[in-house]
């Protein structure tokens, strides 16, 4: 199992400070634990009289000391052949080197132009730019007494570009186009603290998961609960995810129930394949598959066409919550293990094998693909508390991100791809410019069935 469950005990903490306000940025400062302080270069700098000798060859300046002396013991004449090699060595050994001390490397030499003087009738393509990628986040919010724990999802950005996120019993709006901000509800003590969120495909409606295992449905444009879906769990609602009009739960207890929210008798089916609590859902693009992730460490992909998981995966050694499908290969989903795992791994639901696997070093919390790239950034806990842009399918690190100075529990992608939130431990909302504005955007596929902005819930059986 993974640490997961914190609350801050100062409410008079939580009173006086104001939800999703601007944080002044402050510098950051890494872990006393983190492998910056392991890793530091003692080569850099030297004793205050030793100096530093990374650019001194010994051996070489050994030999310029001892071969004056030797040139006088051996005062016979040499043969010119004997002299000839005897500088030819010397050449190749010293490369021109006649310092015995040495304590600056020397600059690397220009290189010549290999161009022909001719012109080529090959035309020279220009080398693509590497994007640039802010190091530090573009802005920062306060998140006071936001829940610390790792099982939970409270952070979610919907289609209308506005960002939904729970702390303790009330989820707050935050709309990115002119950043203003606003409380949707306040959860009663008997039913808190929200345990999950998520943005109905509408960007209008928000399902919120509650301790008391009731999801309630809300219209964000007019502040209305819309309905309230009971016994559906025994625990508290820990993950959701949609699916055109059906909402999918996974509780503490294990079950994973499919709810379509236009019908009076709500529940159509129920999965029950894990042995403890289902802290990560996601349904694929296309909607034909969904995976589903526990703190059994396993992780299932199903389809509603039956009630039995069509694979089940056992790789992992920790508890499975992130999970992000493959933009440009539907195919493929990308998992991400906790604290005794620490690893991402590749699927491929249609052949049921993992394609990859790599160690991260650390409790992955989050995976989001970028829209536009072949790349994934993934959200960590212990000892770095970062953000890692990966490239796919190499899985080179392209950028670390830092400023959380806990671990990142939650990550939501804008509705253009461009810009992420993450939401830690540290009581911090963050956002950070790490995909970039795409080169040429392409226009959205058309989904096989378009919710309206009022008939979601306008077509009750």
């Known amino acids: 199992m993974d640490s997961g469950f914190s609350i801050s005990s100062e409410k008079n903490r939580f009173e006086c400070r ?27 700098y030297g004793d205050r009289f030793i100096p530093n000798r990374s650019a001194m060859d010994m051996d070489i300046a050994q030999y ?137 495909p509408d960007g209008r409606h928000i399902a919120i998961g509650l301790t008391s295992s009731d999801v309630q449905l809300w219209d964000t444009t007019s502040n209305k609960l819309v309905r309230t879906l009971r016994g559906i769990h025994q625990s508290r609602v820990g993950s959701l995810a949609w699916n055109n009009s059906i909402l999918t739960t996974g509780g503490l207890d294990g079950a994973i129930v499919n709810n379509d929210v236009r019908a009076r008798s709500y529940t159509v089916s129920t999965f029950r394949a894990h042995n403890h609590e289902v802290c990560g859902l996601r349904w694929s693009g296309s909607g034909k598959y969904l995976a589903s992730g526990g703190n059994d460490n396993l992780l299932h992909i199903w389809d509603l066409s039956t009630t039995n998981p069509i694979h089940r995966f056992t790789q992992h050694t920790a508890a499975v919550k992130a999970l992000a499908w493959c933009p440009f290969q539907g195919n493929l989903l990308a998992s991400g293990g906790g604290g005794n795992d620490q690893c991402i791994k590749f699927w491929n639901v249609n052949t049921g094998t993992c394609q990859s696997s790599v160690n991260t070093g650390s409790q992955v919390c989050a995976l989001l693909w970028n829209k536009n790239e072949r790349e994934l950034l993934s959200s960590h806990g212990y000892a770095e508390n970062q953000l890692t842009l990966w490239k796919y399918p190499s899985m080179t690190k392209m950028a670390e991100l830092t400023g959380h100075s806990s671990r990142v529990l939650f990550m939501a992608q804008s509705p253009d791809g461009c810009t992420v939130a993450s939401a830690a431990g540290d009581e911090t909302l963050r956002f950070w410019n790490v995909f970039g504005v795409p080169e040429a955007k392409k226009p959205a596929p058309k989904s096989s069935y378009v919710v309206g902005p009022s008939n979601i819930y306008s077509h009750i059986r």
């Open 64 to 200: 310029l000391l001892t071969e004056p002396r030797r040139d006088k013991e051996n005062k016979g004449v040499a043969s010119p052949s004997k002299e000839a090699y005897r500088k030819l060595l010397a050449d190749t050994m010293l490369q021109g080197r006649t310092r015995i001390l040495s304590f600056r490397n020397k600059p690397p030499e220009k290189v010549n132009n290999m161009l022909p003087d001719t012109p080529s009738t090959t035309q020279v393509q220009p080398a693509k730019q590497r994007r640039h990628i802010p190091q530090s986040a573009e802005r920062t919010l306060d998140a006071p007494d936001i829940v610390d724990d790792y099982y939970l999802n409270l952070l979610d950005w919907g289609s209308a570009n506005v960002l939904s996120i729970a702390l303790q019993n009330t989820v707050y709006l935050w709309d990115a186009s002119n950043g203003s901000t606003s409380e949707l509800v306040t959860i009663d003590d008997d039913l808190g603290p929200v345990t999950s969120v998520s943005w109905a």
């Open 18 to 44: 104001h939800p999703l306000r601007d944080v002044p940025p402050r510098p950051y400062i890494p872990p006393l634990h983190s492998s910056i302080y392991r890793t530091s270069n003692r080569n850099t």
